[in-house]
């Protein structure tokens, strides 16, 4: 139950930052954020060492939590190197991939389609995370899933971000779609290609990054 309300508390902070709601370096009031949540200050700690561990707080003995915003440049090329490396992770997926990922990957694609369904976009990003982890373990190497895991977290805010754009989650269930055809059929170089697609931040991608950028810059001044 506490891991569970860690969790909720971190995906709510990390909602707020990302949103500007908080300044690059402000530092976070725990006995604030405690009541405004309703919860002690156990889970409150454990969230932050959550959000420390994928780069969005930096935590400071005796000083406290302070919120730290990558730049865009950092942001871009983080996603860069993420669609590298999704791509190796599915290269490799296509060859090892085992029936029974192959069903739990499959059961992902159900979720996420039923979550558009019924417009949860919370389950959609759950389900989603799930599926590329599930591929990260498909790969066969744990050096390369425990090096995706890692970015993965890193970049979890500004993927969820990413998400709300209009269309986007449609438009990202027919990637997992294909890339589920490629893993299905041996198909190592279409595996790579979409995945590397799927997470690249290009075109009309970049334009909503950037958009959700500059607005979140612009709360932050505000």
Known sequence: MGTRIADSVRERIEQMIVTGEFADGERLDEVKLAEQFGVSRTPL???FQALAASGLLTLEARRGAFIRHPDFVELVEMFEVMAEIEAMCGFRAARRVTDEQMIAIGLTIDAC???????DFDEYYRENEKFHHLIY???GNRF???EAARLHKRLKPYRRLQLRANGRMPQSMREHRAVFSALKNSDSKAAAATLRLHVAIQGERFNDLMASYR???????G
């Open 113 to 119: 389609e039923a979550a558009i369904a019924h417009a």
């Open 215 to 221: 607005q979140m810059a612009a709360l932050k001044i």
């Open 137 to 139: 373990e498909a790969s």
């Open 45 to 47: 700690r454990e969230a």
């Open 144 to 146: 390369l899933a425990r």
